[in-house]
């Protein structure tokens, strides 16, 4: 019926373009062009119509050009062999010059590589499958865009709302399958993993289209992309709805083929897809597009009587500026002039052989590729053989209609609005920056785009006990037979999947038997992973680099590096001279330097302020010397110089002194525990035996040091080590114990007395999980577990499992004894040393002047009447303790003062003892 119709249609359009075309011109020439199209589509439709107004427009636009573009329009009929046997015809017994079409990317193969042959123009303007690429078929113009450049919108989409996986699903045909190699690559480079694909042949039935639904639907993935023609479209959406796909949590992205005709869908249709987003191609608005509109709307009711009302997409924009574009070329080309012949025989013919190549086509090829102009879709630019990229709209399917979410470029990305630039875009991880979108099942909110299906496919985890059942314990549920793993990997690893932004379910798998606890195997251990047995392991397992050939590591969720377990010693008891060790050497003899330096100052400042005490023979002033340095005695310091350096000094003693016992306390108390070995060297040259955890790697590492096999000793248990350090290396035991620092950790919070750890000697990356190489789970669980270590999660698990001992203080490595230097006092040292040399300088002067003085006095003396010469000299100003004595004399002797003037050399001991006297009296 509908093939009738078309027919009846198809000669109708013939008779008019044709009859057109021969009558506007009388003397144009005529420009043979087939048009081969599937009439009974809805594309094929719409661009028939546009072709049609297209010509018309053209023409009276450019009434003087003389050629004219004679359409032979044919059906397909959807059918590639049809399609083939209509082209190869029109070649052959119309001498086309060019061939508009064909509509699907399977028929193109054919048409286009006759096309080649003959040297005649193909150009298509829906044919998008990137397999047909016009770089390798040089007759074949794509005057439309690629799939391959709208999968760069879709991947922009589904990051934008930070899904993490996508199930393409697309019609089993070229035009179906040509995106996907693409998609896969753009969407893998945005880390979105696509876990299946979903094939639905063209011939599929509903019932087909069901079983594929349901299938999905059992599977974790709830983001769609469907890449399919809108006939086949419409039956899957229908299905979609009737199964409750169209419900809160699925996301459905439609690619340009049906987004571009979604105006045309029947409304059923169009309901049934609420919710779904859809990639766009943007046509700028113009006048003349409304203008063309409107006559377009008009006209395809005429041509299409009895069809429901189609409304203009892009296909027919594409068609109408390709039938520009084509009609310009020729013209330029003045094909009128050339070959054009009148068929010779109407007797069909399929020998490709006989094919002629048109004389005229490398010409209208290059002119069609250099007519670039602004068309009704825009800028119209074959020049790369097929459209440029430009902007796609992306939109959500509401209602009976749409609305815009954003647009895309490929050089701003996806953006709310055009003109938009990239920098004003939020970063992706937060809410995108687009209009909100009603999701299907009118839902507001953002699908996770991930469901956790009852019967879905679980992680598998492999695990394995470890001889440190902290870290991981498996035990099987003599019930159910259920694997059961507990311990601070497990933990973690179960924190870091809750983190994950999908669900991710999973089971445990044991490795080996839950009692075989050695640490032999964990190569094999990990090497389960690559050969697919576990999707990941989990454990105790050290992140190693020969590891890392065959599986990809997270990253580590404990401490790291290997370190040395000793016995620590009691140090003090044995140490004679501890009472030494405060001090440095240097600040022992700095100190002892300046202690003699201060006595000789202040005895020299003595002895030049006459002080009777300081005089008589050497030994008695060492003595004193050593007196005035230790005690502030004012009977003896008798100068006001030297009692200034006494308080410098005595404050320096002061500081040093308490230092000093402050140090010793401490060298007597914390420092009592001191490793009995310091370095991995010193085991090496004593030849001592060092141990190590049965079937760990820190064997190779002992070996490659240096140590002779006899002297390394493997142990199961950390009762073992505990045993075997606490006899020694003399008793058959072993000096030191090498392992890995979370282990030691555990094994210092058991046997915290009596042990300490040194190191870590060497780095090691710590314990990790193991996954296959390449799996997109890795960066996310790593991203996860990352957050679990950083934060006070850890803590409380590390708290479950280590149970430290909060009064084990010798946890973690001893640091040396720190004795009191030289420089720590060098401030004291400088006051101290400056207050006595200057002392010793400002005495030196008065003395010097003093006796100068003195000198001059006694010429003067000489001059003058010589009895008064005692007084006078006595009179003169005098400085330190002579005048402070004279002073006192005056005070306490009111009536007397006449005695002590004349008897100045009277010694203090006398002065001071009538002055007793005199106070006793009153
Ligand atoms: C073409 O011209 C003929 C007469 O030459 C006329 O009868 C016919 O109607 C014209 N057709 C159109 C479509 O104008
Ligand atoms: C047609 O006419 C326009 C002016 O109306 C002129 O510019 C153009 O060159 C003419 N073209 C031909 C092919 O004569
Ligand atoms: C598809 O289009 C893109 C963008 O224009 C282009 O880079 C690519 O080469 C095209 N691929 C084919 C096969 O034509
Ligand atoms: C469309 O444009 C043509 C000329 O450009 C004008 O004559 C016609 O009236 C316009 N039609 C509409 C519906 O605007
Ligand atoms: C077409 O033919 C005319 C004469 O027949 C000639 O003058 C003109 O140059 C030719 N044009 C082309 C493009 O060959
Ligand atoms: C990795 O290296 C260690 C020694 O460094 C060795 O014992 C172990 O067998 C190696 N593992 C593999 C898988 O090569
Ligand atoms: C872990 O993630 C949460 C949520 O994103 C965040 O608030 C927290 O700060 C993260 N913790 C760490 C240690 O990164």
Known sequence: MEI??????????????????????????????????????????????????????????????????????????????????????????????????????SQAIFISDLGTKSHVPIISFTVTSPTISPSSLPYFVRATLNDSAQVSCIASTIKAYGWRKAVPIYEDTEYGRGIIPYLVDVLQEDNVHVPYRSVIPLSATSEQISIELYKLMTMQTRVYIVHMSSALASTLFMKAKELGMMEKGYVWIITDGVTNLIDSLHPSVVESMNGALGIQFYVPKSTKLNNFTVRWNMRYQIDNPTDPPSKLSIFGLWSYDTI?????????????????????????????????????????????????????????????????????????????????????????????????????????????????????????????????????????????????????????????????????????????VKILPYAVPYEYVLFGSPEDTSSGSYDDFVYQVHLKVYDIVIGDITIRYNRTFYADFTVPYTESGIAMVVPVKDTVNKNTWIFLKPLT????????????????????????????????PIPRQLGIMIFFSLFEEKEIVERFLSRIVMIVWLCFLLVVTSSYTANLTSMLTVQQLQPTVNHIQ??????????????????????????????????????????????????????????????????????????????????????GYALAK????????????????????????????????????????????SSLTFANFRGLFILTGAASTSSLFIALIIYAYKKQHRSTNMKNDNKQVGENRTDEENNEPQEGNQGVVTEECVQFRDGSEQVCNRNPHTSTAACNGSAANEITKS
């Open 4 to 105: 009738a119709n078309s027919i009846i249609l198809l000669l109708l359009i013939s008779a008019g373009i044709g009859g057109a075309a021969q009558n506007a011109s009388g003397r144009a020439h005529e420009v043979h062009v087939g048009v081969i199209l599937d009439l009974g589509s809805l594309v094929g439709k719409i661009a028939i119509t546009s072709i049609s107004l297209a010509l018309e427009d053209f023409y009276s636009a450019h009434q003087n050009y003389s050629t004219k573009l004679v359409l032979h329009i044919r059906d397909s009929m959807s059918d590639d062999v049809r399609a083939a046997a209509e082209a190869l015809d029109l070649l052959e017994n119309y001498r086309v010059e060019t061939i508009i079409g064909p509509e699907k990317s």
């Open 324 to 496: 520009w574009a084509l009609a310009q070329a020729a013209e330029k080309v003045g094909l009128a002039n050339a070959t054009f012949q009148k068929p010779i025989s109407k007797q069909k013919s399929t020998d490709l052989e006989t094919l002629e190549t048109s004389s005229n086509g490398p010409e209208l090829l290059k002119e069609i590729l250099h007519s670039t102009f602004i068309g009704l879709s825009g800028r119209f630019d074959l020049s790369d053989r097929q459209l440029a990229v430009s902007t796609f709209k992306v939109i959500n399917v509401i209602g009976r209609g749409w609305r815009d979410i954003g647009f895309w470029t490929a050089q701003n990305g996806l953006v709310r609005k055009l003109n938009q630039s990239q920098s004003t875009r939020i970063h992706s991880s937060l809410l995108p920056d687009l209009n909100p979108v009603i999701w299907p099942g009118e839902s507001i909110d953002i699908p996770r785009g991930f469901e956790v299906p009852a019967n879905g496919k679980k992680l598998r985890v492999g695990v394995r006990s470890s001889g440190y059942q902290q870290f991981i314990k498996v035990e099987k549920d003599q019930i159910t037979g259920a694997t059961k793993a507990t311990g601070l990997s497990v933990d973690v690893f179960e924190e870091a």
């Open 585 to 616: 050497p240097g600040m022992w003899l700095g100190s002892i330097v300046f202690f003699i330096y201060t006595g000789v100052v202040v005895l020299s400042l003595e002895f030049l302020g006459n002080n009777k005490n300081v005089r008589g």
């Open 682 to 767: 010193e085991l090496l040259k004593s030849g001592e035996i060092v141990g190590y955890h049965r079937g760990s790697y820190v064997k190779g590492l002992l070996e490659e040091l240096g140590f002779e096999s006899s002297k390394i000793k493997p142990y199961d248990t950390p009762d073992d080590f505990h045993n075997a350090l606490s006899r020694g290396s003399s008793n058959g035991g072993i000096a030191a114990l090498m392992h890995e620092v979370p282990y030691i950790k555990l094994f210092l919070a058991n046997h915290c007395k009596g042990y300490t750890m040194v190191g870590p000697i060497y780095k090691a990356a710590g314990f």
């Open 774 to 817: 390449g799996n997109p789970l890795l960066g996310d669980i790593s991203q996860a577990m990352l957050n679990v270590t950083g934060g006070d999660t850890m803590i409380q698990i590390e708290k479950k499992w280590m149970e430290y001992q909060n009064d084990c203080q010798n946890v973690g490595p001893v640091t040396g004894s």
